[in-house]
């Protein structure tokens, strides 16, 4: 047990209750708070204010730190989160040391999970008094400084992951961006036009695309995935897993002999890029416009692979095609590769809602069911009809019913609003009617517009002849009940604007598909220690004041895996994770709050302790043959502190007597 | 495997051949049912309409003899007796006042229900715990070149989806498949079968059962194979008004259980085949006299 520190002449506690507006103040009673700790031994002075994060209540703080000799302090207000730097900020500027100020969360704790005041506020007073009690032992602490890498570690390259990338090359910092399949760009390369301008996507987005590729100071990996992350902010070691292309990177050119002289005359293979609506060959590019401009080998498809294993059952005419190039090889293995970096970006996207689980709208049965991102390969010129709609069975379709919400504010699914359905599917409304000249329904439930531009797009498509119809589609059937829906798919809807129940029938459905977490993402959050929200979606720190930041320092989010948004918004993002990532590498160093643990004279070196540390803090000195703690690796976890069997292992900001004195105050009547 | 079984009314009167079908079918593969004791009426229908406390203590009473035979799974077939028992059981979990009433009620004669019971059909019975593969096994004459349209009815997966999807159940579109019949694309599966209709607005009642039987002879079906007594019954008692109002449309309405039997080649007559109004003439094809093994040739030399 570490003696009582106040060996200082006389613990003068000053305290501050928050009213924070009515936040506080509507629940808990203030003043009488105030004057209840004002009773407490060791306070000096007891004050209730309205805003103490405001430069007044901070002022007035210093000043009474000053003039009534305070060597305690304690505000009673928010969460530690928010406001503990701004409170140890103003400690340290009135000449304190900053963890002599302890902070009491009446917001969260009492005021906003209450109701009856009476008692919410002699809950605050217990509170209150734990803190006085716990606040008499603590100890003046340093901040220690460890230095930042400046390289970034930016994981999954669609236009969140270009974007971040290229705003930090140009700032002159090393970054290494890693995607999962064979190119980047992501779900906007597939993209035909883009709402509500109409761009081509691949025309704004293959520049930044090639400029990724051929910048100095970005590494690319593609087909590659992160499998470990170790270390802190500033300090991470990565390792890096690079699955084998059968294709040397640096030798091929992307001429695409080897695809042309492929046993496989036809392609007949799933095409990934085009949602499988056409075909590819074993060795293939993804898209014209790939980056890199590399081929690569499906092993489950090509001859020379069966089961995965090398075999000989193929001519090997690519390898001949490409000659003295020999980039193609066979034997390429999985290659790791370790690096370290300072900050990492994690911009890994969405996936779109599998349209399988609503049965009733006949994916998978129908063959003219489509997805959006189907129809938006479909109506692309480079797509696998060259931009014609043509319905699977070859017909030009007379009518075309457009459902929205699929997968999105459904209890039954995913009860989140997608943010950008209704847009894309106004998007391809235009475009499938300019290409095809069909009728086109709409069904949607709101239609939800609110973008600069976007409401105007709606009225243009009204103009245009599109239909809308308010409603949930309740089934699409090929139950004909009338000789026009022979043949046809029928849209059952009830038209919730004209009150009944219509039967569109349409020659083609397209399912706007809502956006959700990837199928992954909880190992992608355990991995980069991350936290989830509800919906799966990565969790920001603060939703309106950290938006890009995750609760581990150093890591940043932008894009879809943080919630459904739209390309203006991912970018605007993007460029705001990579600013945040810039302003700590430039700073730098980190500074590394000192709730470290650290080791007693009574440690009896039984090595207990060693296996149960997450980040390999603990040695064991040869010497004294005692536990030593690095304290650059210790995060403050606290396991050590707990499992040491003989209690000689402490932590800073959680001392026993720290701890049993605020336990004892809450108790105490 | 044993359960408690329990007939409803309808098994024991108009829907007696689903009776009749369903228990040879279990006892050949080897399912043993006990009738429960002294059971009544499920609460079905009028009752949960007019009032649900009712109709939730009549059903509970059914739970509570089920449990207190010592039996903790309870069969069900008719598809009205399988939803009023779920859906006491999930009124006495979810809400306590409803607990309060039906334990109030059964413990006026004496009863008492711990709400342990599990309530079954025997579809998800012979989908996860037979298994089709056992099912198989037992084909003596399999449904060659039958077309049926399956046909669910809405109380069977709705509004609890227990064993099947909501939207799209499959249950008895495999089990018929494993008995070698071909299910034809019936997008009317958990369609209307015209209820209670059929008797209070008779018009509207006879249109929907129109529309089934039409939609079935349009996709090509022999038969109409259904899990519930009404939806039989409905589809099958007005074939006469249906035929007489939109021309000859009306197939063959038989329970799944009648084609289980066929295949399995239990006797025919005892299968109840002779109630149906509209009558199943088909029949599985003889079975082939199994082929004498002959011996594998002798291996080469490598």
Redesign the interface.
């Given at each position: 047990m570490i003696a009582n520190p106040g060996n200082q002449p006389e613990v003068r506690i000053g305290f501050y209750v928050c009213h924070c507006g009515h936040n506080i103040a509507g629940v808990v009673d203030c003043p009488a708070v105030a004057a209840y700790v004002a009773g407490l031994p060791g306070v000096v002075l007891s004050r209730d204010y309205k805003y103490m994060c405001s430069d007044p209540g901070q002022e007035l703080l210093q000043q009474d730190v000053r003039e009534h000799r305070l060597n305690r302090v304690i505000v009673a207000s928010c969460s530690p989160l928010l406001h503990e730097h701004t409170f140890r900020q103003a400690t340290a500027a009135a000449g304190l040391n900053p963890f002599l100020c302890h902070m009491v969360n009446l917001r969260e704790h009492a005021a906003w999970v209450h109701t009856d005041r009476h008692a919410a506020t002699e809950k605050a007073k217990a509170l209150a008094r734990a803190a006085v009690r716990r606040v008499t032992w603590h100890r003046a602490l340093e901040v220690k400084r460890a230095p930042i890498h400046p390289q970034v570690l930016i994981v999954g390259g669609g236009i969140a992951g270009i974007h971040a990338a290229l705003v930090l090359a140009e700032a002159g910092k090393e970054v290494f961006l890693v995607e999962r399949e064979p190119s980047i760009g992501g779900h906007m390369a597939r993209f035909d036009k883009t709402f509500p301008t109409l761009d081509c996507a691949a025309c704004i987005l293959t520049p930044k695309m090639s400029a990724v590729g051929t910048h100095p100071r970005i590494t690319l990996w593609t087909y590659s995935e992160v499998t470990k992350v170790e270390g802190y902010v500033g300090n991470f070691t990565v390792t890096v897993t690079r699955k084998p292309r059968y294709v040397h990177e640096d030798r091929c050119t992307g001429c695409q002999e080897c695809v042309a002289h492929c046993v496989y005359k036809e392609a007949k293979f799933r095409d990934e890029f085009n949602e499988g609506l056409g075909k590819r060959k074993p060795i293939y590019i993804p898209f014209p416009q790939a980056t890199p401009q590399v081929t690569l080998i499906d092993p489950l498809v090509c001859l020379n692979f069966k089961k995965g294993v090398l075999t000989n059952r193929c001519k090997q005419t690519c390898v001949e095609a490409c000659g003295d190039r020999q980039a193609i090889d066979f034997q390429q293995q999985e290659e790791y590769l370790q690096i370290k970096v300072g900050t990492i970006l994690v911009t890994t996207g969405f996936q779109t809602f599998d349209v399988r689980r609503?049965?009733?709208y006949g994916y998978g049965?129908f063959p003219n069911v489509y997805t959006a991102l189907e129809v938006e390969r479909l109506v692309n010129a480079s797509g696998p009809t060259g931009g014609e709609v043509l319905l699977r069975d070859g017909r030009r379709p007379g009518a075309i019913g457009i459902v929205h919400c699929v997968g999105s504010r459904d209890k039954k699914t995913n009860r989140w609003c997608s943010r950008v359905c209704c847009m894309y599917s106004l998007k391809l409304a235009h475009l499938l009617k300019e290409h095809s000249g069909a009728e086109v329904y709409n069904f949607y439930i709101d239609l939800r517009t609110p973008g600069k531009g976007y409401e105007e797009f709606y009225d243009k498509l009204n103009t245009e002849g599109v239909h809308f119809i308010r409603g949930r589609v309740g089934?699409v059937?090929?139950?004909a009940?009338t000789p026009e829906e022979e043949g046809k798919l029928v849209i059952r809807v009830e038209d919730t604007l004209a009150g009944f129940v219509r039967r569109i029938p349409v020659d083609m459905v397209v399912l706007s598909t809502g956006l959700e977490p990837r199928h992954d993402a909880q190992a992608v959050r355990r991995m980069f220690n991350m936290s989830c929200g509800t919906e799966g979606f990565f969790l920001e720190r603060h939703p309106k004041l950290a938006p890009v930041s995750t609760f581990t320092d150093g890591v940043f989010i932008a894009g879809c895996c943080q919630g459904p948004r739209d390309i203006p918004d991912t970018v605007a993002q993007a460029g705001a994770a990579a600013a945040e990532a810039l302003a700590l590498i430039d700073r730098g160093y980190v500074e590394q709050e000192p709730n470290t643990a650290h080791v007693l004279d009574d440690c009896s070196g039984c090595k207990s302790c060693l296996p149960l540390c997450p980040y390999a803090a603990i040695t064991i000195d040869p010497v004294s043959r005692k536990a030593v703690i690095n304290e650059a690796l210790c995060k403050g976890c606290g396991t050590c502190v707990a499992s040491c069997p003989s209690g000689s292992i402490g932590q800073h900001l959680f001392e026993d007597d720290e701890l049993l004195n605020e336990i004892a105050g809450v108790l105490a009547e | 495997m044993k359960f408690s079984y329990f007939p409803g009314c309808s098994l024991k009167g108009l829907g007696r051949a689903y009776e009749e079908s369903l228990l040879p079918v279990m006892a050949h593969l080897g399912v043993e049912l006990e009738e429960l004791d002294d059971w009544n009426c499920c609460g079905a229908t009028a009752y949960m309409a007019v009032d649900e406390a009712k109709a939730c203590v009549l059903a509970a009473r059914n739970l509570a003899l089920a449990e207190r035979s010592g039996m903790s799974q309870i069969l069900a077939p008719c598809a009205a007796c399988y939803l009023v028992l779920n859906k006491t059981k999930h009124y006495f979990h979810d809400y306590p006042a409803m607990q309060q009433t039906i334990g109030r009620a059964l413990g006026a004669v004496g009863l008492s229900y711990r709400g342990a019971t599990a309530v079954r059909h025997p579809l998800d019975v012979l989908i996860n715990d037979v298994g089709l593969e056992a099912v198989k096994q037992k084909v003596e004459r399999p449904l060659s070149g039958l077309k049926v349209a399956t046909y669910y009815g809405c109380q069977l997966v709705r509004p609890y989806a227990t064993f099947d999807d909501a939207w799209n159940p499959t249950t008895m579109d495999r089990l018929l498949v494993a008995l070698g019949a071909t299910i034809v694309p019936f997008p009317l599966k958990t369609k209307c079968c015209g209820g209670s209709l059929t008797g209070t607005v008779p018009k509207a009642g006879i249109r929907m059962v129109y529309i089934l039987h039409r939609e079935a002879r349009k996709r090509g079906a022999d038969c109409i194979a259904t899990v519930c007594p009404l939806c039989q019954f409905n589809l099958d008692a007005y074939h006469a008004a249906v035929n007489s109002r939109y021309g000859r449309v009306v197939v063959p309405t038989v329970y799944f259980t009648q084609l289980m039997g066929l295949a399995f080649g239990l006797p025919e007559n005892r299968l109840g085949l002779n109630r149906a109004a509209v009558r199943f003439a088909w029949r599985p094809p003889a079975p082939v006299p199994a082929s004498r093994p002959v011996a594998a040739p002798p291996l080469a030399p490598v």
């Open positions: 609503m049965p009733q049965t089934e059937t090929d139950w009940v | -």
